[in-house]
T-cell receptor, first 111, second 112 residues
Framework: QQQVKQSPQSLIVQKGGISIINCAYE??????FPWYQQFPGKGPALLIA?????SEKKEGRFTISFNKSAKQFSLHIMDSQPGDSATYFC??????????FGTGTSLTVIP | DADVTQTPRNRITKTGKRIMLECSQT?????MYWYRQDPGLGLRLIYY???????NKGEISDGYSVSRQAQAKFSLSLESAIPNQTALYFC???????????FGSGTRLTVV
């Protein structure tokens, strides 16, 4: 079954708006939660990541919010730009093992 | 040069043919992975290797095999390709699981 559930599948946001993508997990052993950004024809690239001992991490316009008790985390893109249009994947790591990925969110930012 | 290079970028093959996808990395990392990407399913792990002598099955290894020829090289083989193996395949590398992955640009495989 899907270890990490991601929503929405697609998202359209106006330029300057806030894009929000959500992920949920069940395995409380997961200990590292990265987000990847993928442009067409390219492989996913690490965007930002968080560990469960913090509730928020911000890098520029990108913020991860983490709710350990709810087993949810989300990516917020502030002041969304057309150049942010891409597919975004959340992921979770099982200690000593591999990552599990969400199903991806296709973000379109319209001018 | 790219940190992770996959060849070929695109391939069309016929059902029943054997095909190999190749991956090489210049990051000097020990850990390498093969993922498959399908629309609506995200990235699913096929095989992974933590060093040259270590090979492990992922969640969807049936119909695939791998070879770790060197620290820098990890190839994926489809022994007898079938149409539902049509997908985008990614190779990735990591220093260890404390860090994220570096992905290649992918191989788009079509089995007809």
């Amino acid at each position: 079954q899907q270890q990490v559930k991601q929503s929405p599948q697609s998202l359209i946001v106006q330029k300057g708006g806030i894009s929000i993508i959500n992920c949920a997990y069940e395995n409380t052993a997961f200990d590292y939660f990265p987000w990847y950004q993928q442009f067409p024809g390219k492989g996913p690239a690490l965007l930002i990541a968080i560990r469960p001992d913090v509730s928020e991490k911000k890098e520029g316009r990108f913020t991860i919010s983490f709710n350990k008790s709810a087993k949810q985390f989300s990516l917020h893109i502030m002041d969304s730009q057309p150049g942010d249009s891409a597919t975004y994947f959340c992921a979770a790591r099982e200690p000593g093992n591999q990552f599990y990925f969400g199903t991806g969110t296709s973000l379109t930012v319209i001018p | 040069d790219a940190d992770v290079t996959q060849t070929p970028r695109n391939r069309i093959t016929k059902t029943g043919k054997r095909i190999m996808l190749e991956c090489s990395q210049t990051k000097g990392h020990d850990r390498m992975y093969w993922y498959r990407q399908d629309p609506g399913l995200g990235l699913r792990l096929i095989y992974y290797s933590f060093d040259v002598k270590d090979i492990n099955k992922g969640e969807i290894s049936d119909g695939y095999s791998v070879s770790r020829q060197a620290q820098a090289k990890f190839s994926l083989s489809l022994e007898s390709a079938i149409p539902n193996q049509t997908a985008l395949y990614f190779c990735a590398t990591s220093r260890d699981t404390s860090y994220g992955y570096t992905f290649g640009s992918g191989t788009r495989l079509t089995v007809v």
